[in-house]
C-alpha cells in the first residue's frame, strides 16, 4: 500500500515561518497531485495549496502571497513553506496524494496522519 509522513510542524511565533514536509512510500507507480489541507478545532478541513505532476500550483485566498507549495517528484515528496504566519493558521495540517499504486493500479487518495501547527499570538 502507500504512506504519507508528514513532518515539520510545531509553535511558531506570529510572523515566523515554517516549513513542512510529506514523502509518500510504499508501492507506488505514480503520483498525481499532492496538497495540503489543514483543520482547524470546530471547522471544517480546508485546502490549501495543491500542486499537479506538471508543477502547476493552486492556493487558498487566505494564503496567497504567504505560503509555496513545491514537490520533489525524485523524492516522492511535497513541501509547504509557511511565512508571515498568523494565529489563523493555526490547524492541524494534512499532507494529500492522489496516487496510482501497484496493488490496484487504481488511483486513489491517500492522507497522513496530520501534523499539528500552532501560531501563537
Known amino acids: 500500500q502507500v504512506q504519507l509522513v508528514e513532518s515539520g510542524g510545531g509553535l511558531v511565533q506570529a510572523g515566523g515561518s515554517l516549513r513542512l514536509s510529506c514523502r509518500a512510500s510504499g508501492s507506488i507507480i505514480r503520483i498525481n497531485t499532492m496538497g495540503w489541507y489543514r483543520q482547524a478545532p470546530g471547522k471544517q478541513r480546508e485546502l490549501v495549496a495543491f500542486i499537479t505532476s506538471g508543477q502547476s500550483t493552486n492556493y487558498a485566498d487566505s494564503v496567497k502571497g504567504r505560503f509555496t507549495i513545491s514537490r520533489d517528484n525524485a523524492k516522492n515528496t511535497v513541501y509547504l513553506q509557511m511565512n508571515s504566519l498568523k494565529p489563523e493558521d493555526t490547524a492541524v495540517y494534512y499532507c494529500?496524494?492522489?496516487?496510482?499504486?501497484?496493488?490496484?493500479?487504481?488511483?486513489?487518495?491517500?492522507w497522513g496522519q496530520g501534523t499539528q501547527v500552532t501560531v501563537s499570538s
Open positions: 494529500n496524494a492522489d496516487v496510482v499504486s501497484s496493488h490496484d493500479y487504481t488511483s486513489r487518495d491517500y
